[in-house]
């Protein structure tokens, strides 16, 4: 009997529910309430609607919600709500396996401009306006991307002008590319807008902060002032009216400005409980950072509503016989098709503990005091939001390859996922811009001192530091170090599958490429200028690479973590073969470099090939068991090839 075989045969088949729990985590009963939306067809996806009537649906989709009230529960007690902001993103993750349009409409009104009166308002605007927004009195926008500026918001050109005379900001947009672009809700249902824009109180220039500013009469006609025009079709997420929206001039009173951070007195006197420039911009963006939380948790529902559809039309769809045989054979039998579908889905399960981690970190420390742990939330959420997005970008063309002809197919969902998410890999950060910065907080580890996107700053402070980093753990800390220590003393003794030595390869990898980043950048030790922004420049694509290693690693870890505290023996016994192929699947993808840095011996190079594909005949009878534990409702899968 073979290894394959012998494993095979010992494998029990464990409960799916079981499986779905682990998944499902603290807020499961966020993700059922969402799930049971799935019995009304009005939130079920659909294809081939105009513009307008596709606006008029995800509309209509959006007062039933504010109307039975599961929103509120990410907002404060004294406004109906939970103050569970963990039970508002995963409802928020749930909802992207309906219609993503819906989602990012519901994003942008709750988790958007929603949130940015609550973490940037103070009492007055809580109470004046919370109420109106839950409720969708007050439909709203946040308007911070403009034509020429997107991922460097400290050099947007808009501006707020404080008047003194009559105690008013005056908002002004000076020129095309100052006007705000792509905005979410401005094209059509927005009556106001959270407004960034450069402050200046008696002549004196305070950077970016944010102001309420209407933007619509009750009839929907642009306020004096307000130019509004609409971004138009797009290839995907129809069913959200992007807009842009200039001012000429605009007045609001001096009580819209959202103030926690900065006030702002009658006669133009500016304070600020912090001080530094730099630290005030980025503590306020950095309560902002549940947005790039909720889009990674919904790239990671749209990938496994396309990897669902996937596997079962695999499971069904037969192609060729067997010879000698009339049997035609399963396509998910044929290891190609368990290559292009199982390590995608070993990486989704990897994703999803991750991001499961990465909530309840948000959780703990959204609101807090702790300014070191806000810094490392808001490094991994960028770093995640990244990862994942571009996993969902992957994937799900895969899948639609996967399933052929009818893959392309409306009916069958798959080109709307590929359409609605390929913008996640841009909004909410750019991910090239995302990871950039998770590898300049892993070399300086304190942002401040180099404020924004400033490579003199950064050249100089990695120059100044010791070049040896430090690997620090993310999750089941004592666990991992455990399990790296056990790791036998020389690595071609290790098994593959040994957990430990898949974290050894992880974190060398990650350590390496960072050690070797810093290296480059104290070369340039004393350059300023076009010399600092050329070193730095120079050294960029190595300091992506660190960055994504860095993240693959710590998503490896949550699922180590993860697996611990499953208290079902046959759950476990599956989770760690999905484990073991999304560490070697992801070591093989990178075995070029271990292969160049020794971290592998040819011979051992080859052997996680193999091993990858042991893998994927083992746990190919337990794909359809892997997706079912998704949960995907069909009504939301939507896919006619399921039928």
């Not at 083992?618 to 534990?629: F, I, K, N, T, Y």
Request: with cysteine; aromatic share 6%; hydrophobic share 40%.
């Amino acid at each position: 009997m073979s290894t394959t075989d012998a494993r095979r045969q010992d494998a029990v088949r464990p409960d799916t529910e079981v499986i779905r729990s682990v998944l499902d985590g603290r807020w499961a009963e966020s993700r059922r309430a969402i799930r049971a939306l799935a019995d009304d067809p009005l939130f079920h996806p659909v294809s081939g609607l105009s513009v307008e009537a596709y606006r008029d649906r995800v509309w209509h989709q959006m007062t039933t919600l504010a109307a039975d009230g599961r929103i509120r529960v990410g907002f404060p007690a004294a406004h109906g709500g939970a103050d569970d902001v963990g039970s508002w993103i995963t409802m928020f993750e749930t909802l992207a396996h309906a219609d993503l349009s819906l989602l990012v409409k519901a994003g942008v009104q709750w988790g958007l401009f929603g949130s940015a009166v609550l973490h940037l308002g103070t009492r007055h605007h809580h109470e004046r306006y919370l109420d109106d927004i839950i409720t969708l009195r007050l439909p709203g926008c946040f308007a911070m991307t403009e034509t020429g500026h997107g991922s460097d918001v400290q050099a947007l050109r808009t501006t707020a002008v404080h008047d003194p005379a009559t105690d008013e900001f005056v908002v002004h947009t000076p020129d095309a590319d100052a006007r705000k672009d792509y905005i979410g809700n401005a094209a059509r249902d927005g009556r106001s807008a959270v407004v960034f824009a450069q402050l200046t109180t008696a002549d004196e220039e305070h950077g970016v902060h944010a102001f309420l500013v209407p933007i619509r009469a009750d009839d929907g006609s642009p306020l004096a002032g307000v130019t509004i025009g609409d971004c138009g079709d797009k290839a995907g997420l129809r069913g959200v009216d992007n807009g842009r929206l200039g001012f000429d001039r605009v007045r609001v009173a001096r009580e819209n400005l959202l103030d926690r951070y900065a006030q702002v007195a009658a006669d133009g006197s500016y304070t600020s409980p912090i001080a530094n420039p730099n630290r005030r911009f980025f503590t306020m963006l950095g309560t902002l950072v549940q947005g790039r939380v909720s889009v990674a948790g919904a790239s990671g529902s749209a990938t496994k509503s396309a990897l669902t559809i996937a596997v079962r039309y695999a499971e069904r769809r037969r192609q060729f016989t067997v010879p000698g045989t009339d049997d035609e054979v399963a396509v998910l039998d044929y290891r190609a098709h368990q290559r292009r579908l199982l390590p995608a889905l070993a990486t989704t399960y990897a994703m999803h503990f991750a991001q499961s981690q990465l909530v309840e970190e948000l959780r703990s420390v959204l609101g807090g005091d702790d300014t070191h742990a806000q810094r490392e939330l808001e490094s991994r959420a960028a770093g995640l939001k990244a990862v994942a997005t571009a996993h969902a970008t992957t994937t799900i063309q895969e899948c639609r390859e996967a399933c052929g002809g009818a893959g392309y197919l409306s009916e069958n969902r798959l080109p709307q996922l590929k359409a609605d998410t390929d913008v996640f890999t841009t909004f909410e950060g750019d991910n090239t811009v995302l990871l950039q910065l998770v590898a300049k907080e892993l070399l300086t580890g304190y942002r401040e001192q180099f404020g924004n996107l400033d490579f003199s700053g950064t050249v100089r402070f990695v120059s100044e530091q010791v070049v040896e980093t430090v690997v620090e753990r993310t999750a089941g800390r004592s666990l991992i170090q455990r399990l790296v220590d056990a790791v036998p003393g020389r690595d071609e003794d290790a098994d593959l599958r040994d957990r430990g030595y898949q974290l050894k390869l992880f974190e060398s990898r990650e350590k390496h490429l960072l050690d070797g980043a810093a290296r480059r950048l104290r070369r340039a030790s004393g350059a300023t200028g076009t010399a600092a922004f050329d070193a730095f420049n120079e050294v960029q694509d190595h300091l992506l690479t660190a960055a994504r290693a860095h993240v693959d690693r710590v998503v490896l870890e949550a699922f180590v973590a993860a697996i611990d505290t499953c208290a079902d023996t046959a759950a476990t016994a599956l989770l760690d073969r999905v484990c073991d192929l999304y560490a070697l699947s992801t070591i093989e993808a990178h075995r070029g470099w271990y292969l160049e840095h020794d971290r592998l011996s040819p011979a051992r190079s080859k052997a996680v090939t193999a091993t990858v594909n042991e893998l994927c005949a083992e746990l190919r009878p337990h794909a359809r068991q892997l997706v079912d534990a998704f949960a995907v409702p069909d009504a939301f899968l939507g896919a006619a090839i399921l039928d």
